[in-house]
């Protein structure tokens, strides 16, 4: 006989996982080891007989081959059946208690933190393509649901939503699911609810409000768990302990225990602020941590319980408070700045709200978006906003905790709370500063040193573990004495962008980063503009092998190691927190010092939007605030703001870079911005109307190199050309069959005649596909230029991407130097001899190698053919004597040098010199003597 053991007190999720998993051992009885919840009990009375149930007392332990326990690890929450476990027999444990341990001696275990047994199970039965009944469905269905509370409270997972969903299509009832989730409270609970409500205690923790009560009955009462989340959601507590005493031993039964009373405690939490679980446990209890129990004696129930609260109360951690939640500086403007400017200004920044301030920087008042449109609407641009700013304005302090702050925003429906300190406006927080903190927490708290969903523990702790075990030691040494400098002032300092994005995709270490970006914050005041400078320089004097570039306009400075033995050559750019605004697409951006959370903001993706805080408090913290993580996790590059390809053209081509080079997808909304802002034309109306649109000259072609240079370019470009994305050159520029092979044919020429890459690869990769515009795009320029004169056209794109003058002369003359070999090749035709090689080396001697590069890659077979034939052959051959020789025949250095080596060069190519290397020296100064006479 083959059992499977539910634990005492039975749940829904011990029994659906039992009635589960009676299907995958086929034949296999379950048994209930001691009472049930008063839910299911009712439950049973009407189902029982659907399902493979045995009493206890009717099992011959002879008889056991295996068992199963569901839904827990613990000998003790098997009652008598426990005996049982001291069987030779196979033991296996299913359970979703990842932290629980256990004294179960089992040979198999299945244990994974979801939000339910039954969803284990579940998941089994759904992978073999086991049918299910109705009455089975439900009642595992009913084991998600009250574990979960419905899906919702935070342990539940994405795997429990979706064995949730599978049992609705084996035939689940819902009817059934929504008697049994909420039963009510039978008469004797509600009794009990009334008095715990009248003898509640309750006090304020760190911003959360705790509640106890202790309720005496005369026995054990069936549904307290049920009365516990009752009382937790009347009472708005985020803790509740509710406490019953009972069974209280008499005088006669037993003299050891004379006194004692069994006390049963319940704890809920709304929001895991504490780990309830935990703080049972070691008194026998468990459970999660926003919900748990333990059953103990004691002769001091009272004691028992204060001792109880006040391990809760230390238990729970000291909140975010405002100081580390809000952004500063603070966008302030004067009570007369009219209504039209205060709109402009909130368009500039981004915000939903401005803080108005008197002469003295006092806070007078706040207007928010909303305001100002229907100021706006009824005509009122020009009025002042202190007519309608509000000014009985709710501020909290720097110290104010996170739960006292939400308190606030909900009671009286406010989006952002000013932060005084005395009476100076040091910060403001907003409800999105809040939400995403809550958010965080929760993450945190759901991982809780278990791996995240990106495969990271996000916890600060093993945050800074990670950068101690990732980066090489060198590197490492560097980020601490930078972190140590900045604390010394007050500043608090982070790891930016792409160099925490490489590190979370790091599996293994060390990794030498080439560049990291790091982010000066001024903590509850903005950083002086100069702070990066600064701390550049304070780190150059203990680093003096590093060389100081200081970056006036934007407040940066860079330090670069150059073949350091243990860095390599590495590039540290440190930055004040700043903002930034774009006056007009594809403008340089204007830029103003802000806070960390403003400062990601303004970047351009989700994984290079994160941010590692190296300094004290919560150092290892990760600042995510856009959902990078899963971004990694999921493999794909999503943009930050609806309008980020119309301010800057060149995070398409970034986008695509950041793709082909990590093996990402773009993400679908990403894409589908990049064709809107492509197909607008904004771009192309930007070009006609600007005479700087530096997105689309200088910083694209930063981003042209980066990618060309890649060895991934190939896919980089056709990415780009699906999107449309070449356009941003020239609108007229696709990648059609003929350039992708004069692109192709041109690397691999590259590659065969400049395999010491003294050329730029990049560049002349760009050049073919700038010379690759066909004639009549000069009518689509914004500038008149000549009729079917392409190189107008090239030079304009190729000056306004600033290549460098070589370039820009090369593809101004190309079209003049194609015609001129086009005449050449005819009059070869026409000729009544064919050219000799000397003629044909005469030619092409004229260009430099780039200029027949791109010859090459834009001529048919024939003339490419020649051409590699002159590079090959012929521009290799030399006169059978050089200038020494000469001297030697006792000719006169001049200029008469020149035509009289060209001319044996020529007698060489066309065949008129030949044989061994006397010989030929022999011929050469025959023909010299005879064409070149010495007076």
Not at 177 to 188: F, N, R, W
Not at 318 to 343: F, G, K, N, W, Y
Not at 462 to 487: C, H, Q, Y
Not at 542 to 547: D, G, Y
Request: with cysteine.
């Amino acid at each position: 006989m083959d059992l499977i053991l539910c634990h005492t007190t039975a749940d829904f999720d011990t029994l659906g996982a039992a009635v589960g998993l009676s299907r995958l051992w086929a034949g296999a009885r379950i048994v209930l080891t001691g009472g049930s919840h008063p839910a299911v009990k009712e439950f049973l009375a009407l189902h029982r007989d659907e399902y493979a149930l045995i009493e206890r007392r009717a099992v011959n332990p002879q008889n056991i081959r295996a068992i199963a326990v569901v839904d827990t690890q613990w000998r003790d929450r098997l009652g008598k059946a426990a005996e049982w476990l001291g069987l030779p027999v196979e033991i296996t444990v299913y359970d979703h208690h990842p932290e629980g341990g256990g004294d179960i001696p089992a040979k198999t275990q299945q244990i994974e933190a979801v939000g339910a047994t039954t969803t284990l199970i579940a998941e089994a039965l759904q992978q073999r393509q086991i049918r299910l009944t109705p009455a089975e469905a439900t009642v595992m269905a009913l084991g998600i649901h009250v574990d979960t509370g419905s899906l919702t409270y935070d342990h539940t997972t994405v795997r429990d939503a979706a064995a949730l969903t599978w049992l609705m299509q084996e035939g689940a009832t819902v009817q059934a699911i929504a008697a049994y989730v909420e039963p009510g409270l039978s008469p004797q609970l509600q009794d009990l609810l009334a008095i715990a409500l009248d003898q509640l205690h309750t006090e304020t923790v760190q911003g959360y409000r705790l509640a106890w009560v202790l309720l005496p009955t005369a026995d054990y009462i069936p549904g307290l768990s049920s009365l516990t989340s009752h009382l937790t959601t009347l009472t708005e507590s985020d803790m509740l302990l509710l406490a019953a005493q009972y069974g209280q031993v008499e005088s006669g039964e037993s003299e050891e225990r004379l006194g004692e009373s069994r006390l049963t405690v319940i704890g809920r939490s709304r929001g895991a602020v504490a780990d309830l679980g935990a703080l049972f446990k070691p008194l026998g209890g468990g459970g999660h941590p926003t919900a748990a129990a333990v059953t103990l004696r004691t002769s001091a129930p009272q004691a028992t319980l204060t001792e109880l609260v006040q391990r809760l109360r230390t238990a729970i951690p000291t909140p975010p408070t405002a100081r580390s939640l809000m952004s500063s500086p603070v966008r302030t403007i004067r009570p007369d700045v009219t209504i039209a400017e205060a709109q402009r200004i909130l368009l500039r920044y981004g915000h939903s709200g401005l803080s108005v301030v008197d002469e003295q920087d006092r806070l007078v008042g706040v207007i928010s978006r909303r305001d100002l449109d229907i100021a706006f609407h009824h005509g009122f641009g020009h009025a002042p906003v202190k007519g309608y700013m509000t000014t009985n304005v709710k501020t909290i302090t720097p110290s104010t905790p996170l739960p006292e702050i939400e308190s606030l925003m909900v009671t009286y429906d406010i989006g952002r709370l000013p932060v005084l300190e005395g009476d100076r406006l040091v910060g403001i927080v907003t409800r999105t500063d809040v939400l995403r903190q809550v958010w965080q927490q929760r993450e945190g708290e759901a991982l809780n040193g278990t791996t995240g969903r990106g495969g990271l523990c996000p916890l600060p702790e093993a945050i800074w573990e990670m950068l101690g075990d990732r980066l090489v030691p060198a590197l490492w040494d560097i980020l601490r004495d930078t972190a140590d400098l900045a604390a010394a002032r007050g500043w608090q300092l982070y790891m930016v962008g792409g160099s925490v994005r490489d590190l979370l995709l790091q599996t293994h270490g060390p990794l030498l980063l080439p560049d990291i970006d790091l982010v000066v914050d001024g903590f509850h005041q903005a950083a002086d503009q100069a702070a990066g400078v600064e701390l550049a320089r304070s780190l150059q004097q203990q680093h003096p092998e590093a060389r100081l570039q200081v970056h006036g306009k934007f407040q940066t400075a860079a330090l670069t190691w150059h073949h350091h033995p243990q860095l390599g050559s590495l590039w540290v750019d440190i930055a004040t927190a700043r903002t930034e605004f774009y006056p007009y697409p594809a403008a340089n951006p204007e830029v103003e010092a802000s806070s960390i959370r403003q400062d990601l903001y303004r970047r351009d993706f989700t994984i290079n939007a994160m941010a590692i805080r190296l300094t004290q408090p919560r150092r290892g913290e990760l600042l995510d605030f856009f959902g990078g993580i899963l971004d990694l996790r999921d493999r794909q590059i999503r943009v930050l703001h609806a309008n980020s390809f119309i301010e800057d053209p060149t995070r398409i081509y970034r986008a695509v870079r950041f793709a082909v080079r990590l093996g990402f997808t773009l993400d679908p909304q990403t894409e589908a911005q990049i064709r809107h802002a492509i197909a607008s034309g904004v771009y192309f109306r930007i070009q006609e109307e600007m005479n700087r649109a530096p997105a689309l000259q200088t910083r694209l072609r930063r981003e042209l190199k980066f990618i060309l240079e890649a060895p991934y370019w190939k896919a980089a470009i056709r990415q780009l050309a699906d999107l449309d994305a070449l356009r941003c050159l020239h609108p007229a520029l696709t990648l059609d069959a003929e350039l992708w092979r004069q692109l192709r044919l041109g690397d691999r020429w590259l590659t065969r005649f400049d395999p010491d890459h003294r050329l730029e690869h990049w560049l002349l990769l760009l050049e073919v596909a700038i010379a690759h515009l066909p004639a009549d795009s000069a009518t689509d320029a914004p500038e008149p230029a000549a009729p079917n004169d392409p190189s107008s056209v090239r030079e304009r794109i190729a000056a306004g991407l600033q290549l460098p003058a070589d370039s820009i002369q090369r593809l101004a003359s190309l079209h003049a130097v194609e015609t001129a070999l086009d005449d050449f090749e005819q009059s070869m035709h026409h000729s009544a001899e064919p050219l000799r090689p000397s003629q044909i080396v005469r030619h092409f001697a004229a260009y430099d190698l780039p200029t027949l590069a791109l010859l090459t890659v834009r001529s048919p077979r024939p003339r490419r053919r020649l051409i590699w034939h002159y590079l090959t052959v012929w521009s290799q051959v030399k006169p059978p004597l050089d200038g020494n020789d000469l001297k030697r025949l006792g000719y006169k250095p001049g200029k008469q040098f020149k035509p009289m080596l060209d001319r044996l060069l020529a007698a060489t190519l066309d065949g008129e010199l030949q044989g061994d290397p006397e010989t030929l020296r022999q011929q050469a100064e025959h023909l010299l003597a005879c064409q070149f006479p010495q007076r």
